[in-house]
C-alpha cells in the first residue's frame, strides 16, 4: 500500500517570498508523483508531475518539484510566491500503468496564504 | 480541453433519500473515478472504473455503489444518504495510458 504525508497543515507567507511544501510517501514499489492545486471553489489541477527522468521537475506558474528517492520526497517550491498563488495544494502518488495502479492517493493538503 | 463535467455544483438532500451524482467527461477517457473531500483528510477514493460496466471500490466505499453504463458517463448513488455524507464530491478521468488526472468542478452535497 502507498502513502502521502504532506508535513504542514497550513503555510502563510508574505508576497514575493520563496516558500516549500513538503511531501513524504511510502510504497514498496516504484512510484510516480504528482502535485495538484485547487483554488477556492474549483476542482482540482495539475501542476507537476514526475514519471522518470530527470529529478527536478518544473510544473505551470513557476512552481517546481524535486523528486528524492533516497528520502522518499516530492518537496514543491517556488521563488517568489503571488497573492494569485493562494490555494490549496495536493501531494498525490500513483503505482504507475495498467487498470487500478492508475488510481491516485492523496496527501491531506496544505493550504498556502500568501499575505501582502 | 478535457471537460469533466459534474451536473450539480451544489445540492440539498433529506436524511434517507436516494442521491445521484452524475459525472461526464468528453475526451473518451476510460478511468473515472469518484472521490469525496473533507477538510483535514484530502480526498479518499470511494469507487473507480476502468472501463464500461467496470468498477472497483476504493478506500470508502462504504454506503455508496456506482454505475457506468455508458463510457462518457459515471454516476455515484448514495442508496440512503446520511448526514455523515454531507461532503465535497469529486469526479475525474484520465486515459488508459496516460497519468494525472482532469477534474470537475465538484459537487457541495449536504444531507439533512
Known amino acids: 500500500a502507498q502513502s502521502v504525508t504532506q508535513l504542514d497543515s497550513q503555510v502563510p507567507v508574505f508576497e514575493e517570498a520563496p516558500v516549500e511544501l513538503r511531501c513524504n510517501y511510502s510504497?514498496?514499489?516504484?512510484?510516480?508523483l504528482f502535485w495538484y492545486v485547487q483554488y477556492p471553489n474549483q476542482g482540482l489541477q495539475l501542476l507537476l508531475k514526475?514519471?522518470?527522468?530527470?529529478?527536478l521537475v518544473k510544473g505551470i506558474n513557476g512552481f517546481e518539484a524535486e523528486f528524492n528517492k533516497s528520502q522518499t520526497s516530492f518537496h514543491l517550491r517556488k521563488p517568489s510566491v503571488h497573492i494569485s498563488d493562494t490555494a490549496e495544494y495536493f501531494c498525490?502518488?500513483?503505482?504507475?500503468?495498467?487498470?487500478?495502479?492508475?488510481?491516485?492517493?492523496f496527501g491531506k493538503g496544505t493550504l498556502l496564504t500568501v499575505n501582502p | 480541453d478535457v471537460k469533466v463535467t459534474q451536473s450539480s455544483r451544489y445540492l440539498v438532500k433529506r436524511t434517507g433519500e436516494k442521491v445521484f451524482l452524475e459525472c461526464v467527461q468528453d475526451m473518451d477517457h476510460e478511468n473515472m473515478f469518484w472521490y469525496r473531500q473533507d477538510p483535514g483528510l484530502g480526498l479518499r477514493l470511494i469507487y473507480f472504473?476502468?472501463?464500461?460496466?467496470?468498477?472497483e471500490k476504493g478506500d470508502i466505499p462504504e454506503g455508496y455503489s456506482v454505475s457506468r453504463e455508458k463510457k462518457e458517463r459515471f454516476s455515484l448513488i448514495l442508496e440512503s444518504a446520511s448526514t455523515n455524507q454531507t461532503s465535497m464530491y469529486l469526479c475525474?478521468?484520465?486515459?488508459?495510458?496516460?497519468?494525472?488526472?482532469?477534474f470537475g468542478s465538484g459537487t457541495r452535497l449536504t444531507v439533512v
Open positions: 510504497s514498496s514499489v516504484s512510484v510516480y
Open positions: 472504473s476502468y472501463d464500461v460496466k467496470m468498477k
Open positions: 514526475y514519471l522518470s527522468g530527470s529529478t
Open positions: 498525490a502518488v500513483s503505482r504507475g500503468s495498467g487498470g487500478s495502479n492508475y488510481k491516485l492517493t
Open positions: 475525474a478521468s484520465n486515459p488508459w495510458d496516460s497519468y494525472g488526472y482532469t
